[in-house]
């Protein structure tokens, strides 16, 4: 018989009772150290006090309004997101999936308000991650994740990541827009070239389109800047954000320039949830740390610790790891066996990661995370490793 949770996920065998800063510990009293943050969500660690006591203390208030009215939390998040960005407005919504809704609809007004009503097409790339609802399915363009859902929703073409040649030659009369996610999550941690992502720039005040980033899992610090496209340099034009936002709290956000932005008129877009006080004190008390002055230098150092010993591990276990990418505390391992394997190992040793596409092992480690618990986690990593190695061995022999 169906089990009563719809069986969408291979889930572990683990429930966990509860958890803090960086460790999970599991109904049955054993704990784990927690290098998936809630796939890079739970960006502040578990049970953070801050977060706990603004969730706490708002839901003793009033959780919920609707956006019929005005919603302070939310006015002061987005002032403050306006602040430390590109962006002149934002739109919350509930996630990731749903930010990118709003932002493709977005682009697509924001072209047909200022004279261009054929241009609708979304240039999207090969490997690219947007999320599950029907269009976004579209956006993504796997087809395994397309199968059995029908026809694909039109208006989103995909050439190969970090190909000027073959952008210019999928741009057509009908092009809005050109999204992409900074570095690509689920698809392996796969960063699009600084160079390519200014060559995009260019290609898109040229020719009138709108540059949109999906930074659903790159951004609120997780590569140590506040959002990924810092390290390049160059500024989109709208962007989401999701994942890290509400430190676990359910929110989403679209960030636009002023020129995108205001074609959301009353009326053109909406959401009952999204804004709401409760999910608004959650994300403005995530950003009170994260914005605290040298909390992303810390994730920096952080960062460049763990990879220093992470790429000592790959020299030790080149049969298990072949190669590390991606930037600050989003980590991908290129795995040598199966992905699955290592993943196995890995929690077998008290550590909890993330899999991505490409048989990459995926660590994204709370950003609030200690140099003591990096060095924990790489020991755990190297007792996986040991074992991984073991079985091959035996399977050779
Ligand atoms: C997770 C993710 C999404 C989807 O977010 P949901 O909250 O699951 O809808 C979209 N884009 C990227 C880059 C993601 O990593």
Request: glycine residues 10%; charged residues 20%.
């Amino acid at each position: 018989m169906i089990s009563a949770l719809m069986p969408t996920y291979n889930r572990a065998d683990l429930a966990f009772e509860r958890g803090e800063g960086a460790w999970l510990y599991t109904t049955d009293g054993r704990r784990f150290l927690d290098f998936a943050a809630g796939i890079a969500t739970s960006s502040v660690g578990h049970a953070n006090p801050h977060l706990v006591k603004a969730i706490a203390e708002q839901a003793g208030k009033v959780m919920h309004v609707s956006n019929l009215f005005r919603v302070p939390q939310a006015e002061r998040l987005a002032a403050r997101l306006v602040e430390a960005t590109f962006a002149d407005s934002v739109f919350f919504c509930n996630s990731g999936a749903e930010a990118n809704e709003g932002m493709v609809k977005a682009v697509r007004r924001a072209q047909a308000k200022s004279g261009h009503p054929e241009r609708t097409r979304i240039l999207c790339f090969e490997g690219a991650f947007h999320g599950r609802t029907l269009g976004m399915l579209s956006a993504t363009g796997n087809p395994t994740y397309l199968d059995g859902f029908g026809e694909r929703a039109p208006g989103f073409d995909h050439v190969p990541l970090n190909n000027m040649n073959a952008v210019r030659n999928a741009v057509t009369a009908e092009t809005a827009g050109v999204m992409l996610e900074p570095i690509q999550g689920e698809s392996g941690i796969k960063p699009a070239d600084t160079r390519f992502l200014q060559e995009l720039r260019a290609m898109c005040d040229e020719f009138g389109l709108f540059l949109a980033f999906d930074e659903v899992q790159t951004g609120v610090g997780r590569t140590g800047k506040l959002f990924a496209h810092e390290w390049a340099n160059v500024t989109p034009d709208v962007m989401s954000s999701a994942k890290g936002l509400g430190g676990g709290f359910p929110i989403g956000a679209i960030l636009a320039r002023e020129a995108v932005a205001k074609h959301l008129t009353p009326g053109t877009h909406g959401t009952t949830f999204g804004g709401n006080p409760l999910a608004c004190a959650a994300a403005n008390a995530v950003l009170d740390i994260i914005l605290a002055p040298g909390f992303l230098d810390r994730v920096q150092e952080r960062a460049a610790f763990l990879n220093t010993e992470l790429d000592a591990v790959i020299g030790d276990f080149p049969d298990v790891f072949s190669e590390r990418r991606g930037l600050g505390l989003l980590i991908g391992l290129r795995c040598v066996p199966k992905v699955a394997d290592v993943l196995a190992a890995t929690q077998a040793a008290g550590l909890l990661a993330v899999s991505a596409g490409d048989n990459v092992l995926r660590l994204v480690p709370p950003l609030t995370i200690s140099e003591q618990d990096c060095r924990e986690a790489v020991s755990r990593l190297r007792q996986a490793a040991e074992t991984v190695r073991a079985a091959t061995l035996e399977t050779a022999s």
